[in-house]
């Protein structure tokens, strides 16, 4: 089954492919999951305005990668999370809201589905964070998650 990616599938391709996959895999979580389209000649068209979407976001080169690498990893990033007896959370912290800390710590703006988490992070603490900036560039960080 030829299908266009829509977002980026580790493994698989980034935004803007075209890649060939089983017809389970393409029907069954791709597909529904939002993260590709069926290839036609039509949505064959529409793989130039993904790319294009794709690298305003995207870090430009290697050496930019580096500069951001090295920005994240002499951050504090703390996050304030309401959380009950013992440090337990309501809830759990996402990806949006760690993205959110990154930026208020004064971070670059990053993309959230790059993220790389140990788990959920469901308790106060220190978690380390890693997220993939470029193929060969992937930056880690603490993350602070205090009683808020």
Do not use: C
């Amino acid at each position: 089954m030829k299908i266009i990616l829509t977002q980026e599938v580790s493994g698989l391709g980034a935004p803007g492919d075209i890649v060939e996959v089983k017809n389970g895999y393409g029907r069954n979580y791709l597909l529904p999951q939002g993260f590709a389209i069926t290839w036609t000649k039509g949505a064959e068209k529409q793989v130039t305005v993904i790319k294009r979407a794709r690298s305003a976001r995207e870090i430009r080169d290697l050496g930019h990668a580096n500069e951001v690498k090295d920005q994240l990893e002499g951050l504090k990033v703390s996050l304030k999370a309401r959380a009950g007896d013992g440090g337990r959370l309501f809830g759990s912290v996402t990806p949006n809201e760690i993205v959110d800390a990154v930026k208020a710590a004064g971070g670059p703006t990053l993309d959230r589905r790059r993220l790389e988490l140990p788990g959920q992070i469901k308790s106060t603490g220190s978690y380390p964070v890693r997220i993939k900036l470029h193929p060969e560039v992937t930056a880690k960080f603490d993350l602070n998650v205090q009683q808020g």
